[in-house]
């Protein structure tokens, strides 16, 4: 059998729905874009929604709109893709990192005080599988030393704890339409909050400081435009917005899926003793990744590919890797939860696409890999 590790749900529907923008007259960020950035947006229940072309941008922007620069120093965990960390070195920041919860992966907050200096401006948490992390006690701690927080919502669009929302609570949260993302466009991502004046300052970033979009500048009535801040080529086409608009209405239905297989899983995995990643209490995951946690991982990842089975590594402590070892003197044992972690996890398939009898084989290849 043949399993890929993803399968994107683009339907038809979709692919015509992009197709009707490549026949008309402007391609890229115009009326499409704005119908996904409001459906986005109140599907979220956020007031405004700025769509760009990655989450790497979306952070990047969220963290000069917010003021955080040179010399300052901004709160993350190590145990994410590594582009969390690197939109801090964009910025002129430098990431702070600090271990995390063994069940869960995400950042250990009773750990972020000690941690808070004078150079601190922000905490970036990130939503690791598609689990929130405790936004509500990140919240308070930041409001205690007058902190930002940007939330990395990259694996959490669908995703609630406590009754909170990805980007209720925080100053900016930011999304990825990733090709393996739970709604896709291949390259993509979203910037989402509440302040108005913020999500202007978004628009112009994303398309070098212009105070008009590339649509109304050739399709309206023409009027001069300013560039007024020194922004980035970071807007998202029309043509990837078409392509996001079906998937997000089907974005439930698809969650449900996603759910029946991951307790699959689960109740197969707990009766087979293998290890791994939990779900935290009163929390809705928006089940974008599995991972399980074993033993000579990479050898278990080899065998489960050549029977067929597409898998994924989610992944290997930032600061493990080359740059950051060399940079900034990182070394093993720095963050040994993450570095546990780092070493056994595999992602196993996750997608709706996923049929009964794949899952089964599934489990069924890594029980027998285990014995």
């Known amino acids: 059998m043949k399993i890929e590790f993803f399968r994107h749900g683009i339907n038809d529907e979709d692919i015509e729905r992009a197709n009707k923008v490549l026949k008309s007259i402007f391609l890229t960020n115009a009326h499409v874009t704005e119908e996904f950035e409001r459906k986005f947006a109140e599907y979220l229940g956020i007031r405004h929604c700025v769509a760009v072309n ?34 801090i070195l964009h910025a002129g920041a430098r990431p702070v990192f600090i271990d ?4 869960t992966g995400n950042i250990d907050v009773a750990k972020i005080e000690e941690k808070i200096t004078g150079k601190t401006k922000a905490i970036i948490p990130v939503h690791l599988y598609g689990n929130m992390t405790d936004i509500k006690r990140i919240r308070k701690i930041a409001d205690k030393y007058n902190l930002k927080v940007i939330e990395d919502s990259a694996h959490c669009i669908e995703g609630m704890r406590e009754d909170i929302r990805p980007g209720e609570l925080s100053d900016s949260a930011c999304f ?34 212009i105070d008009k979009d590339a649509s109304s500048r050739y399709t309206k009535r023409y009027s001069h435009w300013d560039m007024k801040l020194l922004g980035f080529k970071y807007n998202i086409s029309d043509i990837q917005s078409a392509l996001l608009i079906g998937q997000l209405e089907r974005i439930e239905d698809n969650l449900a ?39 000579n991982r990479d050898e278990v990842l080899v065998k489960l590919q050549k029977a067929g089975i597409g898998v994924a590594v989610n992944y290997r402590p930032i600061h493990l890797h080359t740059y950051y070892k ?19 996890t595999i992602s196993l398939p996750l997608y709706p696409g996923l049929t009964d009898k794949e899952t089964e084989y599934i489990v069924n290849t890594l029980k027998n890999i285990a014995k």
Do not use: Q, W
């Open 54 to 87: 990655s989450c790497t941008a979306a952070l990047h922007l969220s963290l000069l709109a917010l003021g955080i620069g040179e010399d300052d120093e901004v709160i993350t965990t190590p145990l994410s893709f590594v582009a969390t960390a690197n939109a």
């Open 100 to 103: 995390v919860e063994k069940e």
């Open 176 to 209: 990825s339409f990733y090709a393996t993302k739970n709604i896709t466009s291949g390259e993509g991502g979203a910037i989402v909050c509440h302040d108005k004046e913020l999500a202007e300052k978004f628009y112009m970033l994303r398309l070098h400081g």
């Open 326 to 344: 060399d940079t900034f003197g990182y070394k093993d044992g720095d963050f040994p939860i993450a570095e546990y972690i780092g070493e056994r």
């Open 257 to 295: 899926r996603r759910e029946e297989i991951a307790f699959f899983y689960e109740r197969e995995f707990d009766r087979l003793g293998i290890d791994y990643i939990k779900v935290p209490k009163n929390t809705k995951s928006a089940r974008h990744l599995f991972a399980v946690l074993v033993n």
